[in-house]
């Protein structure tokens, strides 16, 4: 199965509707392995927090402002690993902005360049590297009050990428809150995750610098089998 190349027809880069034209069985078949491990899987990769935590101290300088509103308050920024060509870890990696400031419609695979981020992050280079090309791929910095909204990510059929997701820093407990369905999803930092993000889910930190990682990997067998090759629970 080859990647996906979408016609991104919202600003967020979600299709509106499914285009059964590019659906196969191959495509169907990845689906469903997805679809039976479950909506948030620990996988077996683990990165280290605290090297992640001293590398992260050398940027501490160069987060930006994450998904602004111009209506609300939120209190959240954000640095790249994985941006457009020619734009560094410090551009804003959020999708209606690259949208905005490019003038055309975008997807998530074109943002596939390594950043300084990427480069000073070494931590992160156990998970990152097991995937030759990522999409669009950055770490969240929350403070407190920092929120996403109720809302799905790529939700129709096909999809050009899927989510993995690891929580770095004050994501314990009681410091970060990852609900799905409006069911608050139990986390074991340093942990990489398989997250279904078509599903509904919202979160909010209650600390400052709660920080965690989000890969848009491409949509391909390579990549799912990799996945699956590392699930935490398994025989």
């Known amino acids: 199965m080859q990647t996906l190349k979408l016609d991104v027809n919202s600003i967020s880069g979600q299709g509106k509707e499914m285009k059964i034209k590019n659906i196969d069985l191959e495509y169907i078949t990845a689906e469903s392995n997805l679809l039976s491990i479950g909506d948030f899987e620990p996988l077996d990769i683990k990165i280290n927090c605290s090297e992640f935590s001293n590398e992260i101290d050398k940027f501490n300088n160069d987060w930006v402002d994450y998904l602004p509103r111009p209506d609300r308050a939120n209190n959240r920024k954000a640095i790249t690993l994985f941006n457009y060509p020619g734009w560094g870890h410090a551009k804003n990696p959020s999708m209606p902005e690259s949208i905005k400031e490019i003038g055309r419609l975008m997807s998530e695979l074109e943002f596939n360049e390594k950043t300084d981020a990427y480069y000073g992050l070494p931590s992160l280079h156990t998970l990152l590297d097991k995937f030759q090309i990522l999409g669009r791929t950055f770490i969240v910095n929350c403070g407190i009050g920092g929120y996403f909204v109720p809302h799905r990510d790529h939700p129709t059929y096909p999809r050009e990428v899927f989510r993995l997701v690891c929580f770095l820093k004050n994501c314990e407990t009681y410091d970060y809150d990852w609900l799905i369905d409006d069911k608050k999803i139990n986390i074991e930092q340093g942990r990489v995750y ?35 090759k590392h699930l935490h629970h398994r025989h």
């Open 194 to 228: 398989y997250v279904n993000t078509r599903r509904m889910h919202r979160t909010i930190s209650w600390v400052q610098d709660s920080m965690h990682l989000i890969l848009n990997v491409p949509f391909n067998t390579n990549n799912i089998n990799t996945v699956l």
